[in-house]
């Protein structure tokens, strides 16, 4: 098993990566000092595959868990269902030292935290992510909230969970787009920081999309240990942590004005990489041959890099980047690549640039 540590003081916590964890997470959960009621919060994708085994294992180890199932998918993240889980908390007396245990992908993490965040102005919180996007990125760092008509991650907090369990074993059972998407957020922690994976990547994706166990464990930990380093040094987002967001300006938009139904968050972070790719190489010198070396691994990896918009579509997407929570003075800032492995962020990009990319084909 590897483990990870997120250093921030008295809020510092552990991230457990290896195989075989779910049937663990009651001694996991035990052993940091919670026993009694709590909450279990999954999806009805998920829970038929897994919640057993966490019930199982909580209540041999002195726990009193409550399932709260939801629909899946990101339609479920939002104000009115995090009320339901409230209700369901309420209805059965959880009070302020029990745990909500948040068991599936990014969008029962985010949901799930944002609720442990709010019920009794806060609830320890745990995290179990089953997806690689989540094990890689979202379940880490504290970052929790729901989604409004406008826009994604508009109403939220800052709100770490006590420890994070990522069971290898459950990626198995993942759809293979659902895999794909993740890998986006991989891809992503290459260009922003490390080289070397990025590097990795482009050598071993065909293992790491047929789940190798060594490479997999390999990869989903230095993830982790790269978003853990920017958290520690930049936990609420007020410079260094705004890299995380590489492609994500226009992916959140380009969610936004799909409905959340056309493309899952890696594929829109997929084509707003590329995009961010572009402007890139314009503002700051991203060359070529590293604007080629991106595409093509997104590419490989099967992942969309491109989408042709209406001018309906176009004017909805600049009106959805204007929402982002990057925007000052009413501007838009970006992340944007100097290389592979090196960015800046709350970059300018002038409106007619970005709307000349937005419109370019490629």
Not at 170 to 194: C, M, N, Q, S, W
Not at 208 to 226: H, K, Q
Not at 273 to 285: C, F, H, I, N, Y
Request: aromatic share 6%; charged share 20%; glycine share 10%.
């Amino acid at each position: 098993m590897n483990t990870v540590n997120v250093p921030l003081g008295d809020r510092s916590y552990s991230i457990q990566i290896g195989k075989g964890l779910l049937e663990q997470s009651g001694p996991t959960v035990s052993q940091l000092g919670l026993s009694g009621p709590c909450a279990v919060i999954t999806d009805d994708h998920v829970g038929p595959l897994y919640l057993d085994r966490v019930i199982q294992s909580l209540k041999s180890h002195g726990m009193d868990p409550v399932p709260v199932t939801l629909p899946h998918g990101e339609s479920t993240k939002r104000i009115a269902m995090a009320e339901k889980c409230y209700e369901v908390l309420a209805n059965h007396r959880l009070e302020r030292k029990s745990p909500v245990i948040a068991l599936g992908g990014g969008v029962i993490g985010d949901l799930g935290g944002f609720v442990a965040a709010t019920y009794l102005r806060g609830v320890p919180f745990i995290q179990i992510p089953t997806t690689m996007l989540a094990q890689v990125d979202s379940s880490v760092g504290g970052k929790v909230g729901v989604n409004l008509p406008q826009g994604k991650n508009l109403v939220g907090a800052f709100y770490q969970p006590l420890t994070v369990i990522c069971d290898l074993d459950t990626l198995a059972t993942l759809d293979p787009r659902e895999l794909r998407a993740g890998i986006a957020e991989v891809i992503k922690y290459g260009v922003i920081h490390d080289p070397e994976l990025f590097q990795t990547l482009e050598n071993s994706i065909d293992r790491l999309l047929a789940l190798d166990a060594e490479l997999t464990s390999g990869i989903v930990a230095r993830c982790c240990a790269i978003k853990a380093e920017v958290v520690r040094q930049d936990e609420k987002e007020g410079g260094l942590r705004a890299i995380l967001n590489f492609g994500h300006t226009i992916g959140h938009a380009i969610e936004a004005i799909s409905n959340y139904n056309q493309f899952l968050h890696g594929e829109a972070i997929s084509i707003g990489m590329v995009l961010a790719g572009v402007l890139s190489k314009e503002l700051l010198g991203f060359s070529d041959a590293d604007q080629e070396r991106l595409v093509a691994l997104l590419k490989r990896t099967g992942l969309p890099t491109s989408f042709n918009w209406s001018d309906d579509q176009l004017e909805k997407l600049l009106a959805a980047m204007a929402l982002d929570k990057k925007v000052e003075a009413g501007e838009v800032r970006f992340v944007l690549a100097q290389s592979i492995g090196k960015v800046g962020f709350g970059c300018r990009v002038p409106s007619p640039l970005l709307k000349n990319v937005l419109k370019s084909e490629f």
